[in-house]
Structures are given as C-alpha cells and as structure tokens.
C-alpha cells in the first residue's frame, strides 16, 4: 500500500525555494518523531500513573495494584519503564523542559506507589514467603523460574507466571493435594511480583528505598523466628555467672534450633534475596547481608562463649554436641554465608568450632588427671565395682558416640605420657584399620591409668584373695563395657582378649589364695591308707577351714553373672571330688568310731550347695 506521507519525509527530491511561509525563522517548531513518542509515553504514564495514585498516608491503608488487576500491575510497570526512557531522552535534549520536570514528579509519585505495592506484597503474603516455604519449595523448583521477569509483553508476562507455576505443581507431592498447590502458587506470584518491582524501582534509581522496606520487613520476620526458636543475645559474663542446670537448658535450646535456623531460616532468606534480587548480585548480597547478620552472629557466638566459661568433665558431652552441631552444619554455613561481606558469620562459626575444641581437650587432661587424683581410702564393701570404675567406663564408653568428632578434635594432639605404656596392661592400641589413632591412643590411656588406681585401691584390703576378687570384678567390669561398646572397634580384639586372660589370673589367684587353707586341709591322697587319729584331724580341719572360708565369703560379691558362674564351677572343680573321694573313703572308719559321728559335717552334696549360695550380690 503506498505511504504518501513518508515519500516526502525520506526522499532526496530537491529544497523548495524559500518562501516567507516555510522559512525556518517564521515557521512554528516540529516536533520530531523521537520527541512525539516520549511525550505520548509520558501522557500514557500520567493517565495509568494518575490512576493509581493513593490518597493514603500509610502502608496500611492501601489497596494492591497486584491483587486486584494483574493485567493493569504489568501495565504499570512497563509505563514506568517507558517513563523513565523518556525522562533520558529528555535529560539529553533539555534539562531544563518542563516536561522533564513533569515526568520527574510522575516518576516520584510511581514510585511511591510501588513502594507501598512492595510493602504489601511483603507483609500480606508473610505465611507464604516464610522461609521454610521458600527453602522447601526452592529445593524443587529451578532458580531460572523467577528470573527475567522484564514484563515486555503480556504473552511473556502470562508465559513466565505460568511457568513457574508449572514447575510448583510438577514438585508437589500428590499426597498434599490441592491445598499445598495453592500455597506454592501464591508464593511464587508474590516473589515474581516483587522481583519485578525491585527491578523497576531499582532501574529507575529508586534502589534504595526498595531495599529499607525489603530489609525492614524480613529482618523483622528472621528477628521473631530466631526469638521463637529461643535463640538468644547471651554474653559470656551472663553465660559464666549461670548455674549449669539453667545453661544446660540454653544449650539445648540452641541445639534445638540450630539446625532449623541454618537450613530453613537463613537458607530460605537466602534464596528469597537471590530472587527478588536477581538483577543485582551486589544487592541481593547487601539485603542478605544485614537482614542474617545480627542473627546469625548471636546464634553461633553462642557456643564460643559456652566454650570459654569454667570447664569441668560433666560438661564434655553438651560440649561435645555443640561442636557436632556447627560441624555438620558447616557446608551449609559456608555456601550459605560465601559472600565476602558474611565472611566475619563463618569466621565467627569457626571460631565457636576452635574454641570448643579447645575445651574438650582441656576437659580431657582435667579428666586424666581427675582419675590420678581420687583418693579414697575406704575399699569397696565385698569386693564389688569401685564407684570410679563405673564413672570413668560409663563415661568413656558415652565418649565413643562422638568418635568421628573427637577424631577431629585430638588429630593435632598426640598423646605424651611420662614412660612407654606397659605392655602387661595396655598392650597396643590398634583400631579397626590396625593403624594407632589419636582417640583410641587417648582413651586406651585413660583406661591404664584407671586401672593403675584400680591396682592402689586392691592394696586397701586386709585379706589377700578378696584383693584379688576386687580386681577380677573390676577388670572384668571394664572388659565388658569395652566389648559391648564402640570401645571395641577402637581398641581391638588383641586388647580384650589380652585382659579377658588377666581377668582369669586374678580369679586364679583368688581362688588360690581363698581356698588354699581349705584345700590343704584334705591329705593330698584322698584314697590313701591313713590312720584314724590322721581321718578325724583332716575332718576336723577341713571343717574349721571351709566353715571359716565360707562364712568370710558369704558376704564377698561377683555382679558379673559368667564370672561369678566360672569361679564357682573352678572351686568346685578343685574342692568336690578330693572332697568326695575321702569322704567316700573314710566316712564308715569315722562312724565306728565312738563318738566321732559329728566330725562329718558335710556331705559332699553340701559342699555344693553352699558353693552355689556365694557372690550373690
């Protein structure tokens, strides 16, 4: 179709002559195409502009744009774009228009409204952009979903929401149903609603005031789900003049909401900023940085100041869980906080690791040298577990659930003892990989010098057998726990086998020393030919010896049911049949004898039986 009026606008067709009517000095000022344009984009920015101009005075009292007409919300935005092309445009041509000043006064009042749009969006769909809803729904749907939002045209205005909703509805598990649906799809509207007006508000220079409201608002929301979680501003000198029942609580509390604070908290504000503020990384990376900083800080100070208050044994296991906690925790606080800007956060999160650490091994020589020093002088009543026996095994035993963190704790502290380990009780300590670890070095120690106690504590007994029982009962007690314990893998099959053989020694050496006196008493022929004044003295004897071995006995323990089982069967074994044999040989000669029947006390039978009553606890 032929365009009549661009011939003449392009063509090369000669000058007219000049003529007073079209003379450049007498002839009215033609706007150009450039300058038509702007001031129709100006027009249409004051009429939509205009439009929306709210007459509140607060945030409050605000109807949303982007609720009510989302159609008419992308509209909006582009013709705060098109202004803005127009105000450069006319910056260039004259500064001093008043179009200019026009469009300026325009923009101000666009940007208030986006403002109060921004402000909305962010405290009305709170329960949907709280951090667990976001980091939840992150971890299924693409970054790329809420970026590029330029709102160009309507099409791609419809194609990127509804894309993104796609992918919410493609992640949600059938089980939650529509409901979770719903929420993932108000979520996604509210971050793609206002990741464009930040980048609006943002490329019209208005950055600033976007991003107090943005930082006013999610500080506030990261502050009160921090506070919920019990999370709290405490100094060391607060920490320190507390009693431990009420830091213990405070510990826990902490390790209650560590986790959660981390992977939900300042993950999903961290993926929320990334979205909203994903035209500028710079941004995003300053609103990040002040909304978690304050938090973050207090949240791992935290254990640092634990770490540097009075240190005591009882405290090693919440220390030792405070320490598991950052540590498991670390490559999340590293990718979460990688800004240069969070580098003081994960300086502050190392700090807290160094520090407890520190404290553990301090514990551990406080332990070490706890055991040295137990003087107790009373020996435990029939022989049984020594009090420091349990605490020091239970203890250890309770250590070795946190194997993996001491191993990192005592990599860079070798063990130094005064002299070489002594072969007879520590043998060597060799873990499952047969190569001697820094843990299993450690607590192999800490059981030789518990069992050097534990050989001063047997010196306390008057009789020499029940010194010995002591210490088969003890060892035996602290094999068991080993072997029934992850001690086991730490300390080796050699080493229990090597004190399961020192356990039978020193029950060898009782029953040598406790029933000697008895089983001298018999001849050391049961079945030999001796006189009868020979028969009533063994009689007499053996009844004054087993008599007086039993009733010194009947009060002496073994807790250790196969152990007490073992000892009773090997005195039985070396008692009953010299026993029975003289017994069985004798018994008539004594029984023709006037006045002798009394001296056979015991029958066979009852030497059993009364075998079977001993170390009962």
Not at 99 to 116: F, G, P, S
Not at 551 to 579: C, G, H, M, N
Request: proline letters at 4%; a negative charge; one cysteine or more.
């Amino acid at each position: 179709m032929p365009r009549k009026g661009m011939t003449s606008i392009f063509s090369n067709s000669p000058a007219r002559s000049p003529s007073p009517f079209n003379s450049p000095a007498l002839s009215p000022a033609r706007h150009t195409f450039s300058e038509s344009l702007m001031e129709d984009n100006i027009e249409n920015a004051q009429t939509l502009i205009n439009k929306w101009e709210s007459e509140a005075s607060n945030y409050a009292d605000h109807t949303s744009l982007f609720s009510i007409n989302r159609h008419e919300s992308r509209q909006y935005l582009n013709s705060v774009k098109d202004l803005q092309s127009a105000m450069k445009h006319l910056v260039t041509d004259n500064s001093n228009s008043e179009k200019l000043v026009r469009a300026q006064n325009l923009m101000q009042i666009a940007m208030k409204r986006l403002e109060k749009e921004f402000y909305y969006i962010l405290k009305n769909n709170r329960e949907y952009l709280d951090p667990e809803s976001v980091s939840t729904r992150s971890s299924a749907t693409p970054r790329s979903s809420f970026s590029g939002f330029d709102y160009d045209s309507e099409e791609e205005f419809k194609f990127v929401t509804n894309s993104a909703l796609e992918v919410a509805r493609e992640s949600t598990s059938e089980v939650a149903g529509d409901l979770v649906s719903e929420v993932e799809q108000v979520s996604i509207s509210a971050v793609t609603d206002l990741k464009a007006i930040a980048n609006c508000m943002i490329s019209s220079g208005y950055g600033r005031e976007c991003v107090k409201i943005y930082k006013i608002v999610r500080k506030s929301i990261v502050d009160e789900a921090l506070y919920h979680l019990g999370v709290e501003r405490l100094t060391f000198s607060q920490l320190r003049k507390m009693d431990w029942e009420i830091v213990e609580i405070k510990i826990k509390t902490w390790l209650n909401a560590v986790n959660f604070a981390v992977k939900t908290i300042f993950t999903g504000e961290r993926i929320l900023c990334d979205q909203v503020f994903s035209a500028s990384l710079s941004v995003a990376e300053s609103v990040f940085v002040d909304i978690s900083r304050e938090g973050a800080m207090a949240l791992f100070v935290f254990p640092e100041n634990f770490a540097k208050c009075k240190k005591s044994p009882e405290k090693m296991f919440r220390t030792l869980d405070l320490y598991e906690a950052i540590a498991d925790l670390w490559s999340e606080i590293e990718s979460i906080f990688a800004f240069e800007s969070t580098s003081g956060i994960r300086s502050q999160a190392v700090n807290s690791l160094v520090k407890l650490g520190e404290a553990v091994r301090m514990m551990l020589t406080d332990f070490e040298a706890a055991i040295q020093k137990d003087n107790s002088k009373k020996p435990v009543p029939s022989g049984g577990i020594h009090p420091l026996t349990r605490y020091v095994m239970n203890y250890l035993t309770f250590l070795t659930d946190y194997s993996g963190i001491l191993a990192d704790i005592l990599a860079d502290w070798p063990l130094t003892v005064p002299s070489p380990l002594p072969e007879a009780y520590f043998g060597s300590p060799v873990a499952d990989n047969n190569v001697s670890s820094p843990i299993s070095s450690r607590l192999n120690w800490l059981v030789l010098v518990l069992l050097c106690k534990l050989d001063g504590k047997a010196e306390l007994y008057k009789d020499v057998a029940l010194s010995y029982l002591f210490l088969a009962n003890n060892l035996q007690y602290v094999v068991v726990k080993v072997r029934t314990s992850n001690l086991s893998s730490l300390f080796g099959d050699e080493w229990i086998e090597k004190h399961e053989a020192k356990v039978k020694q020193y029950a060898a050496n009782y029953e040598r020393m406790g029933w000697s006196k008895v089983l001298a008493s018999l001849p050391e022929n049961p079945t030999g030919d001796i006189s009868l004044l020979h028969v009533k003295d063994h009689f007499r004897r053996f009844n004054f010896a087993f008599e007086e071995t039993y009733k010194k006995q009947s009060s002496w323990v073994i807790p250790d049911s196969k152990l007490r089982d073992e000892i009773k069967v090997s005195v039985a074994k070396k008692l009953l049949p010299a026993y029975r044999e003289f017994y069985a040989m004798h018994r008539m000669v004594i029984r023709r004898a006037v006045g002798s029947e009394e001296l056979v006390r015991f029958a066979p039978d009852d030497l059993g039986n009364h075998l079977s009553e001993l170390f009962y606890v």
